[in-house]
């Protein structure tokens, strides 16, 4: 029972460049969302989705995009990586029965430089 | 439009004390609350949570809550500390639309 997997655990970038971070999750879980955590600001949502095909925006979502093609997998892209995105990102899920049982993914630790 | 505070960025207490947590919140209708734990270099894990009912809520670890309504706040204690207490605790509030809004988090360190 792998949960909610993401990759990698740490990168870093250059500023510029582009990556998308992966989550995945075998749950079959409706609701995925991805986060940020910085110090002191507790976790800030970026962008969600309610089920395959359908996304929308967080608090945060300039300089990311989403897409969702399937259930279980919900990708989130830097197009182009600034200083201000360094930062850990996390992935979570839930389903929509109303459980609210977030399950979250590891974390990836981004640097930008 | 929800929102979260945590009173205190970080909390110190001994083994065997008392922890408390505090959290207030602010919501347009009638929320669900939550309390999350995260040790290092992990993911955030479910303490317990408030949706509906009784409004003194216990989870794992020995944790318990309670909702007031009447004073916007979702208070986490545990009794008694023990050493493996010592993570980040988020507080965090939904309006039944299945989005989280989190609290700045509240550092725990417990001395031996």
């Known amino acids: 029972n792998a949960g909610v997997t993401q990759t990698p655990k740490f990168q870093v970038l250059k500023t510029g460049q582009s990556m998308t971070l992966q989550c995945a999750q075998d749950?079959?879980?409706?609701?995925m969302s991805w986060y940020r955590q910085d110090p002191g600001m507790g976790l800030r949502l970026i962008h969600y989705?309610?089920?395959?095909?359908?996304?929308d925006q967080g608090e945060v979502p300039n300089g990311y995009n989403v897409s969702r093609s399937t259930t279980e997998d919900f990708p989130l892209r830097l197009l182009s990586a600034a200083p201000s995105q360094t930062s850990v990102y996390f992935c979570?899920?839930?389903?929509?029965?109303?459980?609210?049982?977030?399950?979250f993914g590891s974390g990836t630790r981004l640097t930008v430089v | 439009a929800q929102s979260v505070t945590q009173l205190g960025s970080h909390v110190s207490v001994s083994e065997g004390a008392l922890v408390l947590l505090r959290c207030n919140y602010s919501?347009?209708?009638?929320?669900?609350l939550f309390w999350y734990v995260q040790y290092p270099n992990q993911g955030l894990q479910l303490l317990l949570k408030?949706?509906?009912?009784?409004?003194l809520v216990k989870g794992i670890n020995g944790f318990e809550a309670e909702f007031k309504k009447s004073e916007t706040s979702f208070h986490l204690t545990k009794p008694s500390a023990h050493m493996s207490d010592a993570a980040e605790y988020f507080c965090?509030?939904?309006?039944?639309?299945?989005?989280?809004?989190f609290g700045a988090g509240t550092t725990v360190t417990v001395r031996a």
């Open positions: 979570a899920s839930t389903d929509l029965r109303g459980n609210y049982g977030y399950t």
């Open positions: 749950m079959n879980h409706e609701y």
């Open positions: 989705s309610v089920g395959a095909g359908i996304t």
């Open positions: 919501s347009s209708v009638p929320p669900y």
């Open positions: 408030y949706t509906t009912g009784a409004t």
């Open positions: 965090a509030v939904s309006e039944n639309d299945y989005k989280l809004s």
